[in-house]
């Protein structure tokens, strides 16, 4: 018996989670060559373009492997530590610890913060759904709060 994801054969069909997010670590690496190296001159704009995609692709890998975990505690733990380690990175930049451009640029990157805050979000409109009112508002609004407070 075959599933709409196989052929005839077993073998699978179309686009895998695996492929999709090589295709997103490719675009990514191009993005980031252009984003370290575009001062020089050497590296063309469409490199960004390009990689500019990344962000989308690893976002839909996201929603789908947080809806499809036994433990999404652990998952949201995963992609928070990786949030940690970014941001630390960003404060080595800042405190002169590691090395920035020659024309003093750095990195400013939120992806990670910004997915681990959807994954608040996602929860709390899994808990209003099952009727658990107070921690599902709490969840979905106390980081959308935060951040607008951020804007302001």
């Given amino acids: 018996m075959t599933t709409p994801a196989t052929t005839q054969i077993g073998a699978p069909r179309g686009l895998t989670s695996t492929g999709l997010k090589t295709i997103a670590l490719v675009l990514m690496v191009l993005d980031h060559i252009h984003y370290f190296f575009g001062f020089t001159g050497w590296i063309p704009e469409w490199f960004s373009m390009l990689g500019r995609l990344s962000a ?23 992609v928070y530590a990786i949030h940690l380690l970014m941001s630390g990175l960003l404060l080595l930049m800042l405190c002169g610890l590691l090395p920035i451009r020659p ?29 658990r009112y107070l921690r599902g508002l709490a969840a979905v609004t106390l980081p959308l709060a935060s951040l607008l407070r951020n804007k302001l």
């Fill in 56 to 78: 989308p692709l690893f976002l839909f890998c996201l929603v789908e492997g947080f809806s499809h975990t036994h433990d999404r505690r652990r998952y949201f733990m995963k």
């Fill in 103 to 131: 024309d003093g640029f750095y990195p400013m990157n939120g992806m990670m913060t910004s997915f681990a805050i959807l994954m608040i979000v996602w929860q709390g409109i899994d808990w209003l759904g099952e009727k």
